[in-house]
C-alpha cells in the first residue's frame, strides 16, 4: 500500500517544474509481473512521434487488470532515468495518486488527446 501524503512539499520556481516532461501515453501491452515484489503490471505505453512505445511497471493490481489497462490513456514522466525493478528496466513512471485505502489510481486526461502531449 501506498503512503497518502500529508504534508506540503517544499516551494519550486516554475523552472524546476519545466524539466519534468511529463506525457500522454497510450497503453498496447499489459502483463502480470508476479516476480515484483509487491504486486505489479508490466505495462508498454505508446507516446508516439520522437519518444515511442516505452516500458513501465506500476503497483496499481488493486484497481486493474492487465486487460482492463490496454488501450487505455495514461499520464507518465518520461525523463526519468531507466529503473531496474526486479529483472525488467522501467524506463518512465506512471503517474497515479492514491485512494483512501492508499492504493493508487492512475491519472489520465478526461477526453482522448494525441500520443505524446506534454503536461502544462
Known sequence: MHKLQTERKDEIVYAEFEKVDIRVGTVVEA??????????????????????????SAQITKHYTPEALVGRQVLAVVNFPPRQIGKFISEVLTLGVPDAEGEVVLMKPDLAVPNGGGLF
Open 31 to 56: 502483463e502480470p509481473y508476479p516476480e515484483a515484489r509487491k504486486p505489479s503490471i508490466k505495462l508498454k505505453i505508446d507516446f508516439g512521434g520522437e519518444i515511442g512505445i516505452k516500458r513501465s
